[in-house]
């Protein structure tokens, strides 16, 4: 099992950037493939982006161009830069990990973004 801790989280303007950064315990993180998903209030928990093993990425329709996810893995952190920010990007955002093939296992606690129109 993977520890996940998301921290970047806050509150900003709309128009706004804000970058979050997610630290994964043990020595497998190279392996893994990395995502952020976000869940608003009364919403489905929404795919945000997600980065493979070998740094492919992919980026949910509603963020495409305005979001870019990264890692490092000399630093076991995936981090996921958000600019020209809309209040409807509000939500609480959590990093997760799975192995290649697999689920979605290993969940941080999650970092709450909020954007003021």
């Known amino acids: 099992q993977v520890q996940l801790v998301e921290s970047g989280g806050g509150l900003v303007q709309a128009g706004g950037s804000l970058r979050l950064s997610c630290a994964a315990s043990g020595r497998t993180f190279s392996s893994l493939l990395m995502g952020w998903f976000r869940q608003a209030p009364g919403n489905q928990r929404e795919l945000v982006a997600t980065?493979?093993?070998?740094?492919?990425?992919k980026y949910g329709d509603s963020v495409k161009g305005r979001f870019s996810i990264s890692k490092d893995n000399a630093k076991n952190t995936v981090y996921l830069q958000m600019n020209s920010l809309k209040p409807e990007d509000t939500a609480l955002y959590y990093c997760?990990?799975?192995?290649?093939?697999?689920?979605?296992?290993?969940w941080g606690q999650g970092t709450q973004v909020t954007v003021s129109s």
């Open positions: 997760a990990a799975r192995w290649p093939g697999g689920d979605f296992g290993s």
């Open positions: 980065i493979s093993s070998g740094g492919t990425t």
